[in-house]
C-alpha cells in the first residue's frame, strides 16, 4: 500500500484506474441501508460485504480503491444522530480497505472520501473546518495513501474552505468536481442533476469559472465526479483548459429516485470504455466510476491503462 506506483504512473502521463461506486455494489449484494447514511454503516453492519466490494474492484484491475466514508462526514453522523459512532465507523471503513489490498499481490492505493454529505451549506464559515478538518485527520490516521475531496456539491465557499483544510494534511489531495448541465441555456453549470430530467437540478456557478477559482488554491488533480456521463467529455475539456494540473474523471451510471439508485439507461462496458477513451484522449489521466459504475465497467476501462 503506498502511492508511489500511482504517482509514478501520473507522472510519466500514464492513465490510472480508480474504482467505481460502493453503494450500488453493497446494496446489490444484499448489505443493510440505513435509511440516512444509506451505505455509511456497512463497515460495522456487514464488513464482509465491503471487503467483497473492494476486492472485485481490485480483481477488475484498479490502481484505486476508495474508502466507505463518503457518507460518514463528522457533520452527517451528527445530524442523523450517530455522532458518538464517528470514530469507529471511518477507522473501521479504512481498515477494511486495507485488508483488501494486503490480500492482493499488487500496489493497490487507498484513497480516503471526504464529501460534503450532510448539511455543510446551512454552516457557517467557521463551523464548516471542524467538521472537514476532525475528517481528513481520522482517514489520515488511520493510514489512507491520499484523499479524495469527493463530487463536491456545495457552494463555492465551502468547496474552498475543505481545499483548505485539506492544506494541513500531509497526504497528496483530489479534489473531484460534480456538475450538471442547464438545459435552458446549455451551460454546463458547478452543480448536480437529480434526476433524469433535470427538473431537481441543483447549480451553484458556472463550471468553468468554479474550476478556475478552485484550480487557483488546488494544485493537486482534479477531476470531474457523480455527474452524468454524457456531460463528461465536455467536463473533462474544460478542467483541461482551466487546471495545469493532473485531471481525470468518474461519472455517474443512472439517477437517484429515492429510496434507491436507479440505472435508467444502463450503459455497455464497450460503450463506457469509448466514453472512457474520450476522456483520457481529452487529457483525462485517472479515469474511474462513481454511483451505478460497477466492476464490469471498470474492467473494461482498465484495458485503457
Ligand atoms: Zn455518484
Redesign the pocket.
Known amino acids: 500500500m503506498s502511492y508511489s506506483y500511482v504517482k509514478n504512473k501520473l507522472d510519466s502521463n500514464g492513465v490510472i484506474v480508480l474504482d467505481g ?1 460502493i453503494g450500488g455494489e453493497l446494496e446489490k449484494i444484499g448489505a443493510i441501508m440505513d435509511k440516512d447514511l444509506w451505505c455509511g454503516k456497512c463497515s460495522a453492519d456487514n464488513p464482509d460485504k465491503l471487503l467483497k466490494v473492494h476486492e472485485n474492484y481490485i480483481n477488475a484491475g484498479v490502481d484505486v480503491i476508495t474508502t466507505n466514508t463518503y457518507a460518514t462526514t463528522p457533520i452527517s453522523m451528527k445530524e442523523y444522530g450517530y455522532e458518538n459512532l464517528t470514530n469507529e465507523l471511518n477507522k473501521k471503513s479504512v481498515e477494511i480497505a486495507k485488508q483488501a489490498v494486503n490480500n492482493s499481490d499488487r500496489e493497490i492505493a487507498v484513497a480516503g472520501s471526504v464529501s460534503t454529505s450532510g448539511s455543510w451549506d446551512k454552516l457557517e464559515q467557521s463551523q464548516l473546518k471542524p467538521g472537514f478538518t476532525k475528517h481528513l485527520k481520522i482517514l489520515s490516521d488511520a493510514g489512507v495513501d491520499l484523499i479524495i475531496l469527493e ?1 463536491m456539491t456545495a457552494k463555492n465557499s465551502t468547496v474552498e474552505t475543505i481545499i483548505e483544510c485539506s492544506l494541513q494534511i500531509n497526504l497528496p489531495i483530489w479534489l473531484s468536481i ?1 456538475c450538471a448541465l442547464n438545459k435552458n441555456d446549455e451551460k454546463l453549470m458547478h452543480g448536480y442533476q437529480e434526476n433524469i430530467d433535470n427538473s431537481k437540478a441543483k447549480f451553484y456557478d458556472d463550471f468553468a469559472k468554479s474550476i478556475q477559482q478552485f484550480s487557483s488554491v488546488h494544485k493537486g488533480p482534479i477531476l470531474v ?3 452524468d456521463i454524457k456531460v463528461t467529455k465536455n467536463a473533462v475539456k474544460t478542467i483541461k483548459e482551466n487546471h495545469k494540473g493532473i485531471i481525470g474523471a468518474y ?2 451510471n443512472g439517477y437517484f429516485e429515492k429510496p434507491k439508485w436507479k440505472l435508467v439507461e444502463n450503459i455497455s462496458p464497450t460503450d463506457y470504455l469509448n466514453e472512457a477513451k474520450s476522456w483520457v484522449s481529452n487529457g483525462a489521466q485517472i479515469i474511474g466510476g ?3 459504475v460497477g466492476p464490469d465497467l471498470i474492467k473494461a476501462i482498465s484495458s485503457l491503462k
Do not use: K, R, T
Open positions: 461506486g463530487a460534480s465526479a457523480h455527474s461519472p455517474n462513481c454511483c451505478g
